[in-house]
């Protein structure tokens, strides 16, 4: 069942990149920056250094995410979705 594995991988994989964007979305990076009173804003510091993953995260809900970081996602979680159903059967 190689194929249904593969199948299965793609679509979880396609899937968190689709969500990705919701998510940032839902904990309080938005496309104008952090929103007030989220839980981005309560694990912003003064101290935020650039390239962190708080700056990351903010940088993707104000301009999204590029098409490599996208591709990134997919192929991380769809390949470990891939081999999590490998290794539990």
């Known amino acids: 069942m190689r194929g249904?594995?593969?199948l299965i991988?793609?679509?979880v994989g396609a899937s968190a990149v689709?969500?990705?964007p919701v998510l940032l979305s839902a904990?309080?990076?938005g496309s104008a920056g952090v929103?007030?009173?989220s839980i981005a804003a309560a694990i912003q510091t003064p101290a935020t250094a650039a390239g962190s993953y708080f700056a990351l995260a903010q940088s993707a809900g104000v301009v999204g995410m590029a098409?490599?970081?996208q591709a990134t996602i997919g192929a991380t979680v769809g390949g470990a979705t891939?081999?999590?159903k490998k290794i539990v059967k």
Do not use: H, M
Request: net charge neutral; aromatic share 10%.
């Open 35 to 37: 929103i007030a009173g």
């Open 9 to 11: 991988g793609a679509a």
């Open 67 to 69: 098409v490599s970081t």
């Open 27 to 29: 904990v309080g990076f």
């Open 4 to 6: 249904k594995d593969l």
């Open 18 to 20: 689709v969500a990705a």
């Open 82 to 84: 891939y081999i999590a």
